[in-house]
């Protein structure tokens, strides 16, 4: 039988070479954010940094691999 998800919802502003998102459920990882947001996150990915309850501090640098919790707010930095 298939388990049933919430609805999913990320929002997201950019800025240069940076962009905020926040997810409204559990995002996995910072890498399943950016494929979510679009591609180009992924492929330009070069680090995150995180405020919320996954963040040992405010700001945190983090990597592809970080896991995120509800209500994070994740900024991508992005290579040109």
């Known amino acids: ?12 502003s950019h800025s240069g070479r940076s962009s905020s998102a926040s997810c409204s459920r559990r995002c996995d990882r910072t890498s399943d954010a ?3 947001l679009s591609g180009r996150f992924e492929d330009g990915f070069q680090f995150g940094r995180v405020r919320g309850e996954s ?11 970080h896991e995120l919790r509800d209500e994070d707010v994740l900024r991508i930095v992005t290579d040109r």
Not at 1 to 12: F, G, T
Not at 55 to 65: L, M, R, S
Request: with cysteine; hydrophobic share 25%; net charge negative.
């Open 34 to 36: 950016c494929a979510k």
């Open 55 to 65: 963040a040992q501090h405010e700001d945190q640098q983090v990597g592809p691999d």
């Open 1 to 12: 039988m298939a388990q049933s998800r919430e609805p999913e919802s990320i929002s997201a």
